[in-house]
């Protein structure tokens, strides 16, 4: 089971605004970190400790975090932004990594 | 530009072996730590295994512990994972990762590679 947890799915309305939130135990010592996931695409790293994008990623995705909680929120949902998110942190002993389970967005 | 590309991945049978290898470039090699992360088919992204600079320290999850060992060769810039007793649950496709050295443990990934075991 991973330790970090995810919801299983969300949708959205194209054009409107959706966050998804991911919790563990992990992400009161460490930053969390999002990753979209496109069908047979390797991960892509989207937000990263906290609230940095990585370049090329669109400003309507952004990030936050609070205790044990992060968020990714997308401002403006494309359809191409239909994808799995999946968050990450090293574990609490720093050696290893944990992921959540995964969200899938869906634009509507 | 960096760039990971594994190879390796096959169709084995149960109890069997497979080496991984993970070729990077496009940054300095043997400054990063390195981890393997696996997919099961339609399933979540998990954490492997990891490697430091050197290659002196390894860490590995409870499922692959015993079973699969993480080595690198900094001369070659290449990462490998030795996958022995294979099971019907390690079927995956497996990605290698670099690890930032900050604050993101898996910021670039490669295309992965298919491990399929069955009988």
């Known amino acids: 089971s991973s330790e970090l947890t995810q919801d299983p799915a969300v949708s959205v309305a194209l054009g409107q605004t959706v966050t998804i939130t991911c919790q563990g135990d992990s992400l009161r010592s460490y930053y969390a970190n999002w990753f979209q996931q496109r069908p047979g695409q390797a991960p892509v790293l989207v937000m990263f400790?906290?609230?940095n994008r990585p370049s090329g990623i669109p400003d309507r995705f952004s990030g936050s975090s609070s205790g044990n909680t992060a968020s990714l929120t997308v401002t403006g949902a494309q359809a191409e932004d239909e994808a799995d998110y999946y968050c990450n942190s090293r574990d609490s002993s720093g050696d290893h990594v944990v992921f959540g389970g995964g969200t899938k967005l869906s634009v509507l | 530009e960096v760039q990971l590309v594994e190879s390796g991945g096959a169709l084995v049978q149960p109890g069997g072996s497979l080496r991984l290898s993970c070729a990077a470039s496009g940054f300095t090699f043997r400054s990063h730590w390195m981890h393997w992360v696996r997919q099961a088919p339609g399933k979540g992204l998990v954490w492997v295994a990891r490697?430091?600079?050197?290659?002196?320290?390894?860490k590995y999850a409870d499922s692959v512990q015993g079973r699969f060992t993480v080595s690198r060769d900094n001369a070659k810039n290449t990462l490998y994972l030795q996958m022995t007793s294979l099971r019907s649950e390690d079927t995956a496709v497996y990605y290698c990762?670099?690890?930032?050295?900050?604050?993101?443990?898996?910021?670039?990934w490669g295309q992965g590679t298919l491990v399929s075991v069955s009988s």
């Open positions: 400790a906290k609230n």
């Open positions: 490697i430091n600079s050197d290659g002196t320290t390894t």
């Open positions: 990762t670099r690890d930032s050295m900050t604050t993101v443990p898996t910021d670039y």
